[in-house]
């Protein structure tokens, strides 16, 4: 097991498109428990391939609640491979979202509030299920990763190059890695 670091923008990994997961092998499965290890350390609720550098067709999330005083969180981890969406509903919700990719900025994204899915779990078994709530924005959030899209793709043009400024300021500061 072994943190992997988090590409940042203005990384163009970050615009591949992921390609699919042919078989699920021990490199697979390696960069999957790497991703969940890289995941709760950060910490994120989500962490897709590609933001690891790997650009396949892959995805890890845990909703887990941050650990309050005297009380274990309980993982709740998920692993979703070659993910669809198969409808979505006509509903759309706000969620103040953040990215791992996109260090300490938050902005309001519209996304619809509930999705049909498939994917392959880790052990290669189809699995569908109508998903919503805070696992539906997270899951959207990701799939956008596969296809070398990021939240602030959904903002306004304005409201998008003020968060990339900032990212880079930070880079000048030093105060974010590379
Ligand atoms: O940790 C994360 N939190 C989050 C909050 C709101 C909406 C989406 C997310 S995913 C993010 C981790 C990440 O960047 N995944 O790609
Ligand atoms: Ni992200």
Known sequence: MAIRPILCIPDPVLREISTP??????????????????????PGIGLAAVQVGVPKRL?????????????????????????????????LVPYNEGCLSIPEQYAEVMRPDRVHARW???????QEEEISGLLAVCL?????????????DHLSRLK???????????????????
């Open 21 to 42: 997961v042919d078989s699920i092998d021990n490199e697979v499965r390696t960069l999957i428990s790497d991703m969940f290890e890289t995941m709760y350390a950060a």
């Open 59 to 91: 995805l890890v999330i845990d909703l887990m609640e941050p650990a309050e005083e005297g009380v274990e969180p309980v993982k709740d981890s998920r692993v979703f491979i070659n993910p669809e969406i198969l409808s979505e509903s006509n509903n």
């Open 120 to 126: 392959l779990d880790e052990q290669g078994e189809t």
């Open 140 to 152: 959207q959030h990701e799939i956008d990763h596969l296809n070398g899209v990021l939240f602030i």
């Open 160 to 178: 998008r190059d003020m968060v990339v400024r900032k990212v880079a300021k930070l880079r000048r500061e030093g105060r974010i890695a590379a």
